[in-house]
């Protein structure tokens, strides 16, 4: 017999080890979730993010050491993109994620009922995450991003840790004005 899980997935690139916070952010919103970055976590973190996911509710973690762009290619399906603490500066990915040639392919690969980003803006043009950040929204390449203030909770109280704020979080969803592919949910067998 075949089993088929339709699983949500989660992607989260240019990581660094920044692993455990996103596991408790996305608890319940996504079933696996995919650190990407090009270098490894040390193994002492890694154990640590794994314990972290024994949590009721929270995503599976993986991790894949690579380009981010090219990962998110090798996907077939994404419902969450996970994005902070990046910039172009010293240390930073410089990753163009607000451009077509990151953020085309991760829309393309929403399922037809859309997904979610989580973003605090970064590497993002001040005026397009303002835009973004509007009660409103804002479209972008047939698709429409709104502020989920439901969602927008997750950034107070108990996800707090080790000092590390995530009050600049905002919740996105995101939804097709128009949309002709339809991506099917990953399935395991
Ligand atoms: C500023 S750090 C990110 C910090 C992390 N988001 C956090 O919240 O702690 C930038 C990271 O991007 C990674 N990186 C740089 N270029 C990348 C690429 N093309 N694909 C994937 N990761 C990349 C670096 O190895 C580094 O860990």
Redesign the pocket.
């Known amino acids: 017999m075949r089993w088929t899980l339709f699983m949500r997935i989660a992607f989260?690139?240019?990581?660094?080890?920044?692993l455990i916070l996103p596991l408790r952010l996305l608890n319940g919103l996504a079933d696996r979730l995919i650190f990407?970055?090009?270098?490894q976590p040390d193994d002492q973190v890694w154990r640590r993010t794994l314990r972290g996911a024994k949590t009721p509710g929270a995503p599976s973690p993986k991790f894949v050491c690579?380009?981010?762009?090219?990962?998110l290619r090798e996907l077939e399906c994404v419902h969450v993109l996970f994005?902070?603490?990046?910039?172009t500066g010293e240390?930073?990915?410089?990753?163009r994620v607000w451009n077509r040639t990151f953020l085309l392919p991760f829309l393309e690969r929403l399922p037809d009922d859309g997904g979610l980003i989580v973003t605090d803006g970064?590497n993002c043009w001040p005026k397009l995450f303002r835009r973004m950040n509007r009660p409103n929204g804002v479209e972008l390449y047939g698709w429409h991003l709104q502020p989920e203030r439901a969602l927008q909770a997750r950034n107070h109280g108990v996800f707090h840790s080790k000092g590390a704020s995530v009050s600049q979080l905002v919740w996105l969803n995101v939804r097709a004005n128009r949309k002709d592919l339809a991506c099917p949910s990953t399935q395991i067998s």
Do not use: Q, V
């Open positions: 989260y690139p240019c990581c660094g080890s920044d990407c970055d090009l270098r690579s380009d981010a762009t090219k990962a994005y902070r603490n990046d910039s240390g930073g990915s410089a990753l970064s």
